[in-house]
């Protein structure tokens, strides 16, 4: 069984940085793209970043594009979320999640990945 197990969230205030880690256990990390994604309060979880498996790729969302950066130490089974620039609107509970690189390149959907972590709550105040 694969578990994920985010952590680093936090209270902050706008402007300010966040780094998530998200540590993956189970099986072998190389064979998951990876995938953060976050759901502000009164909505639908929503993409954020993912990462290829080996690093080689990477997509954002728009709304953190150019603030945010997802990578991954595959000896260390872990990938993180730098947040930079935080905004009030980045509140969320933030999600990793894995999806195996067999099934073909990354995906941006909630219903492409079989693992999920717990999630980790990020406010940003004003």
């Known amino acids: 069984q694969v578990q994920l197990v985010e952590s680093g969230g936090g209270l902050v205030q706008a402007g300010n940085s966040l780094r998530l880690s998200c540590a993956v256990s189970g099986r072998t990390f190389s064979s998951y793209h990876m995938g953060w994604f976050r759901q502000p309060p009164g909505k639908e979880r929503e993409f954020v970043a993912v990462i290829s498996w080996d690093g080689g790729r990477t997509y954002y969302a728009d709304s953190v594009k150019g603030r945010f950066t997802v990578s991954r130490d595959n000896a260390k089974n872990t990938v993180y979320l730098q947040m930079n620039s935080l905004k009030p609107e980045d509140t969320a509970v933030y999600y990793c999640?894995?999806?195996?690189?067999?099934?073909?390149?990354?995906?941006?959907?909630?219903?492409?990945?079989?693992?999920w972590g717990q999630g980790t709550q990020v406010t940003v105040s004003s």
């Open positions: 999640a894995a999806r195996l690189r067999i099934y073909s390149g990354v995906s941006y959907y909630t219903h492409d990945y079989a693992y």
